[in-house]
């Protein structure tokens, strides 16, 4: 058999976090960091060896319980496995460029690139996306919605994406050229299934169970809500719907005011309405949205520690004293 080079991108979300497991609207980009997955079908498992943690993963064919497979990165190759029931193994190496454990989706990047290196249909994002989707949460447990997979498969080079996780609708929205993105590192890891997250999710089902589909709520509708932090939790997430579509238009304009105010707002949703950031994530957004040539900042990804993201001026130095990275909106997964 040929060998095989599969290639998909971990994503950065500018906007709209929280609101995917809820049919909302979200604007990510593929980013040009992400992880490959090289070697040659065959055999009756699927054997990978990572490159960064320095061990390998033996996955049959007929893998029965994705999340109790060893080391843990393994899992979600054991879900993409359950998932695709391929005829044949494959045998190869896994190498990725993306920080694990940052909230840039390596999780998904490493479902997407499995997925294709075992034949997913390159030409059906949304379907490919889907399969990585239902590998992460039978690898995890967590209930996540499918923004990082959707990204990662549907990435649009010089774009973010506004999807629409209802009915999977995607727009690619030009990210101005004098506009660049910077992930910054908080300092503090973060692992999504051992977070709050799954009590957030079901949060919002509670307040859907009074309001109806999140997604179709007015905040005026949110006061039926008894319970106070389920109303919390659902303004957050009627409100970043909402945020999502002014960033949209604040891009489209070049409005760096209104991009620095729409940022800031989100952050401040998930910090008091959704409670997923942490001082840490809280001091590192001040401090980017303070330094010179920053439009705004705010956490991204779930939160509970990982990254902040911040739209700067084109040519503004990364700032020196933390781990950071200039990212660039890629194309999605492909075969090299």
Do not use: K
């Not at 990510?28 to 699927?46: F, S």
């Not at 992930?183 to 997250?197: F, K, N, P, T, W």
């Not at 307040?207 to 319970?227: K, N």
């Amino acid at each position: 058999m040929a060998a095989v080079r599969a290639f998909a991108p971990g994503r950065v979300n500018l906007i709209g976090d929280h609101t995917d497991h809820t049919g909302g609207l979200v604007l990510p980009m593929a980013v040009d960091l992400g992880t490959m997955v090289e070697g040659e079908p065959g055999g009756d498992e699927v054997m990978l060896r990572s490159e960064w943690a320095g061990d390998e993963a033996r996955i049959p064919l007929e893998v029965a319980d994705p999340a109790a497979i060893h080391p843990s990165w393994g899992r979600y190759v054991a879900g993409v496995v359950a998932e695709l029931r391929p005829e044949l193994g494959f045998v190869g190496t896994v190498t990725t460029t993306l920080p694990v454990g940052a909230g840039l989706s390596s999780s998904a990047a490493l479902e997407v690139a499995v997925a294709v290196a075992l034949g997913g249909d390159l030409g059906d994002p949304i379907g490919l996306a889907q399969v990585g989707q239902r590998a992460e949460q039978r690898a995890s447990g967590v209930p996540c919605g499918i923004m990082d997979q959707l990204a990662s498969t549907a990435g649009v080079a010089g774009h973010a994406l506004r999807i629409d996780c209802h009915d999977l609708s995607i727009r690619p929205v030009p990210l101005p050229a004098a506009i660049d993105v910077w992930v910054v590192h908080s300092g503090q890891e973060r692992s999504l299934a051992g977070s709050a997250y799954a009590e957030r999710a079901a949060a919002c089902q509670r307040a859907e169970a009074t309001t109806g589909p999140l997604r179709l709520a007015s905040l005026g509708a949110l006061e039926a809500i008894d319970d106070p932090v389920v109303r919390r939790r659902a303004r957050h997430v009627v409100s970043e719907n909402a945020r999502v579509d002014a960033l949209v238009a604040a891009l489209a304009a070049q409005d760096r005011a209104a991009i620095g105010e729409v940022l800031a707002a989100s952050h401040a949703s998930l910090r008091d309405d959704f409670e997923v950031s942490t001082a840490a994530l809280d001091a590192l957004a001040a401090d980017l949205a303070a330094t010179p040539g920053v439009l705004g900042a705010r956490l991204t990804g779930a939160g509970f520690g990982g990254c902040a993201v911040a739209l700067v001026e084109a040519g503004t130095p990364l700032p020196a004293h933390r781990q950071a990275w200039l990212v660039r909106p890629s194309a999605g997964a492909r075969l090299l």
